[in-house]
């Protein structure tokens, strides 16, 4: 079962973790007698994951995906619903940590972590 797809592209190892929150984009002013008004203007999602390691093709293929496309097209499926979800958004953020493997005598990449935000 593929539980992450980016640009209809999957990876060779699903994401260890998928965390999901809702934000408000909501505009706020004050009144002549200093009450604050704030006026929501939408709910939007921003859903994370996490990789223990990726290989090198595997995280050059995430990058090149992230940074081809201004709003890419996430699929994943809901932990909480186990339901295919898609958001077409930004990337907010992506972190990763070089290690060497020994036994393969290559790079590989530790804790993996990008985030969505729904545009």
């Known amino acids: 079962m593929v539980l992450f797809k980016i640009n209809s ?3 060779s190892r699903n994401p260890t973790e998928i965390n999901q929150s809702k934000y ?10 200093g009450t604050l ?3 929501i203007i939408a709910v ?9 390691y990726l290989t090198s093709s595997d995280l050059k293929k995430l990058i090149d ?5 201004t709003f890419p097209t996430i699929e994943y499926t809901d932990p909480d619903s186990a339901t295919l979800k898609q958001i077409t958004g930004h990337a907010d953020d992506i972190s990763y940590i070089p290690h060497y493997d020994s036994r393969t005598s290559s ?3 530790k804790e993996v972590k990008v985030s969505f935000e729904e545009k």
């Open 24 to 33: 408000k984009l909501q505009k706020t002013d004050r009144t002549i007698d």
């Open 9 to 11: 592209k999957t990876l």
């Open 44 to 52: 939007k999602n921003k859903v994370s994951f996490t990789w223990d």
């Open 65 to 69: 995906e992230v940074n081809a496309d």
């Open 37 to 39: 008004v704030a006026d």
């Open 107 to 109: 790079i590989i990449w």
